[in-house]
């Protein structure tokens, strides 16, 4: 009877052990994530080359440049021997200072005035910070064409010359802010949609 219990002790020991054996391999092992299967892997990579494929958006670019029409009449001539010549200063730092102008021009006497109409290229970051910015013009009468407005041993000039907005002439020449004309600034998109800038100037 002894032995018969033991055979069965030792039937159930065994049969426990094999259950627990074939239990371990129907489980995934532990902290092992499950395959992936292979129509889910082609989707994963797709998403991620179609992800590839989108163009970022590209900031719009600011035209680095503003253009203004701008015409300048000059008057006042005495004859039209030489030329007309004009400089344009932008703010007051250096004004009349013709190397440190934005602009010079030569331009031919007729029938008692000199007239230029072009387009200026003014630098963006030289005008940012509001909607207008100023500008001033002068002009003068190079008679013998010498490339300079002459002047006496005083320093007095000895050529007619003049400034916009026509400033009364005195002792030197006028400040900046007599002679600047204030002027709106184009929109971003760079085009000229404004009425050209016309400037009149008298030279005494």
């Not at 020991?13 to 092992?29: E, N, Q, R, W, Y």
């Amino acid at each position: 009877m002894f032995d018969f219990a033991k055979r069965n002790t030792d039937r159930l020991f065994v049969g426990c052990l094999m259950a627990i054996c074939l239990g371990c391999d129907t489980k995934p092992t532990p902290n092992q994530p499950p395959p992936i299967q292979t129509a889910n892997a082609e989707q994963a990579t797709m998403s991620s080359e179609s992800e590839s494929w989108i163009e970022p958006t590209k900031p719009v670019d600011t035209p680095s440049v503003v253009q203004i029409p701008i015409t300048v009449e000059v008057t006042g001539f005495q004859n039209s021997e030489g030329n007309c010549r004009i400089a344009i200063f932008l703010g007051a730092d250096r004004f009349n200072d013709p190397d440190f102008a934005i602009a010079k021009e030569v331009i031919a006497i007729a029938k008692g005035q000199a007239t230029w109409a072009s387009t200026l290229d003014l630098p963006r970051e030289r005008i940012n910070g509001g909607d207008s910015f100023s500008l001033a013009v002068s002009a003068y009468h190079d008679q013998n064409d010498n490339q300079k407005l002459d002047k006496n041993a005083l320093g007095m000039p000895l050529e007619r010359y003049g400034f916009s907005n026509n400033p009364k002439q005195g002792f030197g020449p006028p400040k900046y802010r007599a002679t600047s004309i204030e002027v709106p600034v184009p929109n971003d998109s760079g085009s000229i949609d404004t009425k050209p800038l016309s400037i009149q100037i008298q030279i005494k």
